[in-house]
């Protein structure tokens, strides 16, 4: 009996998915004899992989879901948890003033910081969550501002957390870390990511000082030394403007100089400031993936020299291919992580789904707010029509255009970002950006394994091991 499939026509051959995760490249022939359930017709050693990849259910149906549960589990993994980042948005404020913020807007008006009393709620409502480990991220605009509030959330968590396990997470540009704070985040094993959008003419480009000073790109380089000495777990992100575009080979470089062993290559979001300067600072999809694959190409060169060094998304995607494991990345599963996978707490005591839908209420409309920190607790969270919805319109099973994808098990959709670009929370129109880049990136990444080059496919397995 044949399972359930999608395909898509690869080069000279065809690329059939199931939900599993699991690939085949078969020829034009091969795919009618599926198609017209005929499998018994396959060749022999092709129709054992299919069986073996649950193409095919074989003669037992009980024994096929018995062998096959545990694999589907494991691309569904997110769906056995609870919420488990909070994300805690110290402040709007910030020292810099980067092209394309995606924290503030034309919108953005008001200016605050976090009290301790709103963080103690907060901490409270994260506490409740049913999970036995939690994430606490501290998010901005630039979260050092407010840093004596980072402190007290991180010793009123402590003090309140009983058998549950916290890590701290601190996203920030650096440019006000001091020795002081450093070893406070040493002392109480903060891990910091530093925004860093490559070397230092893109990065100074993308990311000046708000009130003169020129880059903020010797600040950021400032700060990785002081939590580098301190023995700090530090990774990078970096966001990829028009201006970044003709530096694809010097932006991995200055991230191997720096001693990072991967980079996570990331497109604008149209939110805030990116949205209401798209026409100066974006591209099209076609431009990115031309930017995506010469850094592909160049890391996969590094490798080859010696060196291992990685890229995000490609972690995560063959994460699912060559592992049929879900890494959990908030964006790329069916549902997304909104509300259930993550909550973004406001520095007024607003709670959104997520550090997306908390943008678009700096952008003057407050669809995602799912409640407050005064009169929520976790349970009312989960229960609300927010959450609900933005569940239900992000389950990849479900959507026109998706369901039938055969990216589907690898990929995921973004109703908050759908909503702020198109004013709806399903894609008003297949194959807009955000999903025109995904299956760029995975048409690379098959096309890697189509060619079936055992050196380059090595290089990949070593990312994910």
């Given amino acids: 009996m044949i399972n359930y499939f999608n395909f898509k026509e690869f080069e ?48 037992s149906r009980q024994a096929y879901l018995e062998k096959s549960v545990p694999y589907l589990r494991d691309m569904k993994c997110h769906l056995l948890q609870s919420t488990g980042l909070f994300i805690f948005v110290m402040t709007n404020s910030c ?49 050092l501002l407010n840093f004596e509030t980072i402190k007290h959330i991180i010793e009123y968590a402590d003090s309140r957390k009983g058998n549950k396990e916290i890590a ?61 000495d301190r023995g700090i777990s530090l990774g990078a992100i970096q966001t990829t403007t028009r201006f970044s575009l003709d530096h694809a080979k010097e932006i991995v470089d200055t991230y191997l100089e720096l001693g990072f062993n991967n980079i996570f290559i990331r497109p604008l979001t149209k939110l805030g400031y990116a949205n209401d300067h798209w026409e100066k600072i974006g591209y099209t999809p076609n431009e990115f993936l031309a930017f995506y694959k010469r850094a592909l190409d160049h890391i996969i060169e590094i490798n080859a020299n010696g060196t ?20 959990n990345y908030m964006e790329l599963r069916s549902p997304c992580g909104a509300a259930v996978g993550q909550i973004a707490i406001y520095y007024d005591g607003n709670i959104y789904t997520c550090d997306e839908g908390r943008m678009v209420a700096e952008m003057g409309d407050p669809a995602f707010k799912m409640g407050d ?12 029509g927010v959450c609900k919805t933005v569940c239900t319109a992000s389950c990849l099973e479900a959507i026109p255009g998706c369901c039938d994808c055969v990216y589907q098990p690898y990929c995921g959709v973004c109703p908050v970002i759908n909503y702020a670009v198109d004013n ?24 890697i394994l189509h060619k079936d080059d055992k050196n380059v496919i090595d290089i990949l397995e070593r990312w994910i091991q």
């Fill in 12 to 59: 000279n051959e065809y690329l059939i998915t199931n939900d599993f995760g699991r690939y085949e490249f078969i020829d034009k022939s091969s795919l009618k004899t599926l198609v017209t359930g005929n499998a018994n017709a396959l060749e022999p050693a092709l129709r054992e992989s299919l069986t073996e990849k649950f193409f095919l259910t074989g003669e």
């Fill in 95 to 143: 020292n810099l003033n980067c092209v394309y913020c995606q924290a503030q807007s034309e919108n953005s008006s008001t200016k605050g910081l976090m009290s301790k009393e709103i963080a103690e709620r907060g901490v409270e409502i994260a506490l409740q969550s049913p999970l036995s480990s939690i994430t606490v991220e501290f998010q901005g605009g630039e979260p």
């Fill in 168 to 228: 701290y997470n601190l996203v920030s540009n650096l440019s006000l870390l001091t020795d002081e704070i450093a070893d406070y985040l040493s002392d109480h094993k903060v891990q910091v990511s530093v925004s860093l959008d490559g070397n230092e003419l893109v990065h100074n480009s993308n990311r000046p000082f708000r009130q003169g000073g020129g880059g903020s790109y010797s600040a950021a380089i400032r700060g990785i030394k002081m939590l580098r």
């Fill in 308 to 327: 291992v060094f990685s890229e995000g998304h490609a972690n995560i995607f063959l994460t699912k291919i060559l592992h049929g494991y879900s890494s």
């Fill in 373 to 384: 920190v005064f009169t929520s607790d976790y349970n009312a969270l989960i229960d609300s």
């Fill in 424 to 447: 709806d929370l399903f894609a008003k129109a297949p194959g807009n950006n955000r999903c025109k880049i995904y299956a760029g990136m995975l048409d690379y990444y098959f096309g």
